[in-house]
């Protein structure tokens, strides 16, 4: 079935992270941090969905989280739910779907109080590659600021 319900299917299997990540968001800031990490990815509920456990080895200290994605077959969109391990609470969603190829989600959150409209897009490279990257906007999509990309390598 060519519904959406595979568009993750690709990310399956356990892979290597290499994380590139901005140190201050929407601050003006230059400086990224980068990290190793680890990430587990298998389907649940007979493929309407899948899971994932990261690793995230910061410079702080490490941490684990998992990311929890489900899709809706009738409306054909994926809603992405990340729960962060040093908090025990899930983000609010993120929804979208893959189209030519490149995989967009957008959500709502706050950021240190102030409203931020979330950007997720997702690449696949080849069967062992992909990337990941997040960007925040606080005017509306009028502007977006990248903050933090995943490179993935199978393994």
């Known amino acids: 079935m060519d519904d959406g319900r595979a568009d993750f299917d690709f990310f399956i299997g356990r892979w290597r992270v290499h994380h590139h990540r901005l140190v201050g968001r929407l601050v003006g800031s230059t400086r990224w941090e980068d990290f190793a990490g680890v990430t587990e990815t298998r389907k649940i509920l007979g493929g309407l969905g899948n899971m994932d456990e990261n690793v995230l080895e910061l410079p702080a200290g490490t941490y ?91 393994g």
């Open 64 to 154: 684990q989280a998992v990311t929890v994605r489900l899709f809706d077959p009738a409306r054909g969109l994926w809603t992405i739910y990340w729960i962060d391990g040093r908090q025990t609470a899930v983000d609010p969603p993120m929804i979208g779907r893959f189209a030519d190829g490149v995989g967009e989600f957008f959500g709502d959150d706050t950021l240190e109080g102030r409203a931020v409209r979330v950007r997720f897009r997702w690449f696949v490279d080849d069967q062992d590659h992909c990337r990941w990257e997040q960007a925040f906007s606080p005017d509306g999509e009028q502007t977006w600021e990248t903050n933090w990309t995943m490179a993935f390598e199978r």
